[in-house]
């Protein structure tokens, strides 16, 4: 099986660390985007060396789903360390392996700790937890590979307590945009479901209490699916068993064709196969499907389990989210859930990164009163909240320029050089999190960014590397963004350094005031550049 251009860069990447002495490491794919296939060939590879392989997950529809997968995209097959099946004595070099099984003592002592050259961890958000690590620590000197979908800020700085680093990651918006997973367009309904009396659990909101909470509203909820889901094929997420068998009742008097699955269900792989065939149109289930199932001609998504968490989000909307024939794009039925806290997961939490700009989506989106493409949706807020910040900015330039500062806010440079990847950017590894060494702070003084602000490694780090990429294409300096844009010229960080340099040459030789014919608010030196030429 060939490997999607992405997916043969993660793989190298994978390589790549482990090569250079990094034995713990992350690879990061959306829900569909094939994480399975990715780590099934990184096995192989593994096995061409004489490597064992252990393939570790925390459900059994996850290493089945391994093994399969591995046996169709590399012809090998798996040995199974769960329950009564073992291992031990099989001549099969991946060994796909239950963690409730292998975290037992009994079960550990029957393999010396260099038995497995490289673990592989299926859904590694969850590796932190005790069972996993006690499985990791018997096993010191294995390569450790940990696979998840996109985690959110809080994931990756707790996994960044375990892993060295983050080979390789494959973001939503760019697999959309280089189509290999559906285009996603968000609809926020306007019922008003009241979360206030809702208890916190474990960082999440409590299921027992969402499950009282929203039993008032399924009747409502229902007549508005009625309006937009007749004719989709439609998965519902809810906190609790009898929630969903509830709402699947109400479904089913309002006209749907509905079918309820929970991990108590006798049947439910025929319910999911007649799913999948087309018997039922709504499929409610309690937090069931969120891994390991896929079914790609659902196009819509329907999360009334509201989370904190963004990795569940995403687990729950990317049910939808892969590529089927006839089927343009996912439809994500949002609610307005009135809570007074402010880190519940909306559709924006899939592509925000900047959480400024994440609520200013999620706000934009609420009066919108139709279904929005959410790379639309954040293309217009991130523009929203560029103007916000520039009003903001022009206040601060103003003080700035009565103080006569010498030296250019990082905030000031990385909107004019239109750069959100610093603007939003948050550390997850242990150095990243330092304070800036006097080292970078000198050079970034002495490049002309004002490093007072810059209270990490990280972005330091990032910063001092924009700034030698940037010398070297050629583009204008800190210094020269200050001097031009303290005189009114607007995001000169977008421009040449050359053309930036005349620009400056021409102001001095008028005395250091901006020549009379030219407007700096107005001013693209593209176009004067044409008219000087002409």
Same mark, same amino acid.
């Given at each position: 099986?060939?490997?999607?251009?992405?997916?043969? /860069?993660?793989?190298?990447? @994978?390589?790549?660390?482990?090569?250079?002495?990094?034995?713990?490491?992350?690879?990061?794919?959306?829900?569909?985007?094939?994480?399975?296939?990715?780590?099934?060939?990184?096995? /192989?590879?593994?096995?061409?060396?004489?490597?064992?392989?252990?393939?570790?997950?925390?459900?059994?529809?996850?290493?089945?789903?391994?093994?399969?997968? @591995?046996?169709?995209?590399?012809?090998?097959?798996?040995?199974?360390?769960?329950?009564?099946?073992?291992?031990?004595?099989?001549?099969?070099?991946?060994?796909? %392996?239950?963690?409730?099984?292998?975290?037992?003592?009994?079960?550990?002592?029957?393999?010396?700790?260099?038995?497995?050259?490289?673990?592989?961890?299926?859904?590694?958000?969850?590796?932190?937890?005790?069972?996993?690590?006690?499985?990791?620590?018997?096993?010191?000197?294995?390569?450790?590979?940990?696979?998840?979908?996109?985690?959110?800020?809080?994931?990756?700085?707790?996994?960044?307590?375990? =892993?060295?680093?983050?080979?390789?990651?494959?973001?939503?918006?760019?697999?959309?945009?280089?189509?290999?997973?559906?285009?996603?367009? &968000?609809?926020?309904?306007?019922?008003?479901?009241?979360?206030?009396?809702?208890?916190?659990?474990?960082?999440?909101?409590?299921?027992?209490?969402?499950?009282?909470?929203?039993?008032?509203?399924?009747?409502?909820?229902?007549?508005?699916?009625?309006? !937009?889901?007749?004719?989709?094929?439609?998965?519902? =997420?809810?906190?609790?068993?009898?929630?969903?068998?509830?709402?699947?009742?109400?479904?089913?008097?309002?006209?749907?064709?509905?079918?309820?699955?929970? %991990?108590?269900?006798?049947?439910?792989?025929?319910?999911?196969?007649?799913?999948?065939?087309?018997? !039922?149109?709504?499929?409610?289930?309690?937090?069931?499907?969120?891994?390991?199932?896929?079914?790609?001609?659902? +196009?819509? @998504?329907?999360?009334?389990?509201?989370?904190?968490?963004?990795?569940?989000?995403?687990?729950?909307?990317?049910?939808?989210?892969?590529?089927?024939?006839?089927?343009?794009?996912?439809?994500?039925?949002?609610?307005?859930?009135?809570?007074?806290?402010?880190?519940?997961?909306?559709?924006?939490?899939?592509?925000?990164?900047?959480?400024?700009?994440?609520?200013?989506?999620?706000?934009?989106?609420?009066?919108?009163?139709? &279904?929005?493409?959410?790379?639309?949706?954040?293309?217009?807020?991130?523009?929203?909240?560029?103007?916000?910040?520039? /009003?903001?900015?022009?206040?601060?330039?103003?003080?700035?320029?009565?103080?006569?500062?010498?030296?250019? +806010?990082?905030?000031?440079?990385?909107?004019?050089?239109?750069?959100? +990847?610093?603007?939003?950017?948050?550390?997850?590894? #242990?150095?990243?999190?330092?304070?800036?060494? /006097?080292?970078?702070?000198?050079?970034?003084?002495?490049?002309?960014?004002?490093?007072?602000?810059?209270?990490?490694?990280?972005?330091?780090?990032?910063?001092?590397?924009?700034? +030698?990429?940037?010398?070297?294409?050629?583009?204008?300096?800190?210094?020269?963004?200050?001097?031009?844009?303290?005189? #009114? =010229?607007?995001?000169?960080?977008?421009?040449?350094?050359?053309?930036?340099?005349?620009?400056?040459?021409?102001?001095?030789?008028?005395?250091?005031?901006?020549?009379?014919?030219?407007?700096?608010?107005?001013?693209?030196?593209?176009?004067?550049?044409?008219?000087?030429?002409?």
């Amino acid at each position: 099986m060939d490997l999607r251009p992405y997916q043969e /860069e993660a793989r190298k990447a @994978i390589f790549c660390q482990w090569d250079s002495g990094v034995n713990k490491t992350l690879l990061v794919l959306p829900t569909g985007c094939g994480k399975t296939i990715v780590f099934a060939k990184v096995a /192989e590879d593994c096995v061409r060396h004489g490597d064992r392989v252990l393939i570790l997950a925390h459900r059994g529809e996850l290493l089945d789903q391994a093994a399969d997968k @591995i046996r169709k995209s590399t012809g090998l097959a798996c040995a199974t360390e769960k329950a009564e099946e073992t291992c031990v004595g099989s001549w099969f070099r991946i060994t796909v %392996g239950s963690v409730q099984t292998l975290m037992r003592e009994s079960r550990l002592k029957k393999f010396p700790d260099d038995y497995f050259n490289t673990i592989i961890i299926d859904e590694a958000h969850h590796c932190l937890s005790d069972s996993y690590q006690r499985v990791l620590k018997h096993f010191p000197g294995s390569h450790v590979l940990g696979v998840t979908a996109t985690p959110d800020r809080g994931d990756m700085r707790n996994l960044g307590e375990y =892993f060295e680093s983050l080979a390789y990651e494959y973001t939503l918006p760019k697999a959309i945009k280089e189509g290999y997973l559906s285009p996603i367009k &968000a609809l926020t309904l306007p019922l008003k479901l009241d979360l206030t009396g809702v208890g916190i659990s474990a960082g999440d909101f409590k299921s027992g209490d969402l499950g009282t909470a929203l039993d008032p509203y399924l009747e409502q909820i229902a007549d508005q699916m009625a309006e !937009y889901c007749m004719d989709r094929k439609t998965v519902v =997420f809810l906190p609790l068993i009898k929630t969903s068998q509830k709402f699947c009742r109400i479904l089913n008097e309002k006209g749907f064709s509905a079918a309820e699955v929970n %991990g108590k269900s006798g049947d439910r792989a025929e319910i999911l196969q007649d799913f999948d065939d087309g018997k !039922y149109n709504v499929l409610c289930n309690s937090m069931l499907l969120t891994e390991g199932w896929d079914c790609p001609s659902v +196009d819509c @998504i329907i999360v009334l389990r509201p989370t904190k968490i963004r990795s569940l989000y995403a687990q729950m909307v990317g049910r939808g989210t892969r590529l089927y024939p006839g089927k343009d794009h996912l439809l994500l039925l949002d609610f307005l859930w009135h809570t007074e806290r402010h880190e519940l997961c909306h559709p924006a939490s899939l592509i925000c990164e900047n959480e400024e700009v994440a609520q200013k989506m999620t706000e934009n989106l609420e009066q919108a009163g139709c &279904a929005v493409d959410i790379e639309e949706a954040k293309k217009q807020a991130s523009e929203d909240v560029v103007a916000q910040r520039e /009003e903001s900015l022009a206040k601060q330039l103003a003080e700035m320029r009565k103080r006569k500062k010498k030296l250019v +806010d990082p905030l000031q440079f990385e909107m004019s050089i239109q750069a959100e +990847d610093l603007t939003s950017y948050v550390p997850s590894f #242990g150095w990243e999190m330092g304070p800036a060494s /006097e080292k970078q702070k000198n050079t970034l003084e002495k490049l002309g960014i004002l490093p007072d602000q810059i209270d990490n490694a990280g972005k330091a780090a990032k910063l001092l590397d924009r700034l +030698d990429k940037r010398r070297k294409e050629g583009l204008t300096t800190p210094k020269q963004i200050r001097f031009l844009e303290g005189r #009114g =010229f607007e995001h000169v960080g977008t421009w040449d350094f050359n053309t930036a340099r005349k620009l400056i040459d021409r102001i001095a030789a008028n005395g250091w005031r901006v020549p009379y014919d030219i407007n700096p608010h107005g001013y693209n030196p593209c176009e004067a550049q044409e008219y000087r030429s002409a």
